[in-house]
């Protein structure tokens, strides 16, 4: 993966953080609008999940999240009166979130697998030795393999 990429992956991660940050701490203002956007599109009332750096799918999460939301998070960015422009994301950066998260979505199907297949070998009495295999394009922040 280049620098620029890595670069551009990491602001957009930064942005929708940002953009989430900003609506959720204006409980008179930018709330209510997002909530109101929200109906507006029939959309479930939700806050984007914060991306953490303790819970290794939370990335994931947010990226889902935002990618489901993104005509909402458009919408409310682009008014030039509740002052979140610069939050604003290209179509470009739009397609290298939706990119994002389904790299993500592969690891958090390969972790919750090889959790399942853990769980289901104790509960079976075995003492078998089981390995997991972590592509490298699945960086997660576990104690289950490899960092």
Known sequence: MSA?????????NAQLH???????????????????TLTSQKL???MMPRDVSTRWNSTYEMLEFA????????????????NLRKYELEPAEWKIAGELRD???????????????MIWTGLQGRDSLLFAWY?????????????
């Open 67 to 82: 990618v489901k939301y993104q005509g909402a998070i458009d919408t409310l960015a682009a008014r030039r009166d509740l």
């Open 4 to 12: 620029a990429t890595l670069t551009l992956r990491m602001l957009i």
């Open 44 to 46: 479930a009332h939700r």
């Open 103 to 117: 790299v993500l979505k592969v690891c958090d199907f390969l972790f919750i697998s090889t959790t399942f297949l």
């Open 18 to 36: 940002k953009f989430s940050f900003a609506v959720k701490n204006s409980s008179t203002i930018l709330l209510p609008e997002w909530y109101e």
């Open 135 to 147: 592509p490298e394009s699945c960086h997660s922040h576990t104690s289950h393999g490899p960092h």
